[in-house]
């Protein structure tokens, strides 16, 4: 696995020049903050610019977490300071939408919890694979008093209908591997033991096929499927303006108080925790 450095979050591992496997690992709970959004920069680029490579998958060296929530503990003018991305939007907006755009097919493989920049990476990719035993996803935002910014309000209602959208930004509620494929949240959710041969396998086999013919046929589906930037924008903006708001602060700090981002209980049950303010 390819690291840049010591304190590397996120690592490439190239199976074949036409099938790379991106592995994120920052334990113990796979919390998104600035420190990352560079690293998942440098691999977005790459993805775009390597003449071979054809299919990625994305996965998580930590167990029970695929990628979780934003980090609260840096101060807030550590993400609003960073630079715009190429297509004008903020780093983690801009690195999502370059996924969905990127001519190389995206496989999302979700074992563990995917909550917040974890579902939204999620939804960015192409496809997702869940355990069904292991894999919980959610937007959790709603339960801290805040709004998501990377693109799931627009994503889920294009890809699993307005209500269950609804039903998954409102709730704040986890949903296991049956449930989120039952609603389409991910494309197929399997036997934990089967998961990783049967994506193995899946991205092997794209791989094998022809480069410019993938890209068309996604750049196809792309033009009936993908949201407008004009969309995805004003979901930071929303993030960044909630995150300020009196009632965040007042839920982030009771969260931090119990333990959020320290207490392995807390991450793991977040949604009751987040229930539990509100009672």
């Not at 420190?35 to 994305?58: I, S």
């Not at 939204?120 to 496809?127: F, H, I, P, R, V």
Request: proline share 8%.
């Amino acid at each position: 696995m390819t690291l840049d450095s010591n304190n590397a979050q996120i690592g490439i591992e190239r199976r074949s020049p036409s099938y790379w496997r991106v592995i994120v690992n920052n334990p113990p709970f796979n919390i998104c903050g600035p420190d990352m959004l560079p690293q998942l920069g440098a691999v977005v680029t790459a993805l775009e610019t390597d003449p071979h490579v054809k299919v990625v998958v994305f996965e998580s060296a930590v167990p029970g977490f695929f990628l979780t929530h934003y980090d609260f503990i840096p101060p807030l003018e550590a993400t609003t300071s960073m630079a715009a991305g190429p297509t004008g939007l903020p780093p983690l907006p801009d690195m999502l939408v370059r996924i969905g755009r990127s001519s190389v097919i995206s496989i999302a493989k979700i074992r563990g919890r995917a909550t917040g920049v974890g579902s939204e990476l999620a939804l960015a990719s192409d496809m997702r694979f869940a355990s069904r035993e292991k894999a919980l996803l959610s937007q959790w935002e709603i339960g801290a008093a805040l709004v998501p910014g990377g693109g799931p309000m627009t994503r889920l209602s294009r890809l699993i209908g307005r209500g269950r959208a609804l039903e998954v930004l409102t709730s704040g509620n986890d949903f296991d591997g049956a449930l989120a494929e039952r609603y389409g949240y991910v494309n197929r959710a399997l036997p934990d033991d089967e998961l990783d041969d049967f994506v193995d396998a899946l991205a092997t086999r794209i791989g094998s096929f022809d480069k410019e013919s993938l890209a068309v046929i996604k750049q196809h589906v792309n033009a009936e499927t993908l949201p407008p930037d004009t969309s995805v924008a004003p979901e930071w903006d929303a993030f960044i303006a909630a995150v300020q708001r009196p009632a965040a602060q007042e839920k982030i700090a009771q969260l931090m108080q119990m333990g959020l981002q320290k207490n392995p209980d807390v991450e793991a049950r977040l949604a009751e925790y987040t229930g539990s303010l509100w009672r």
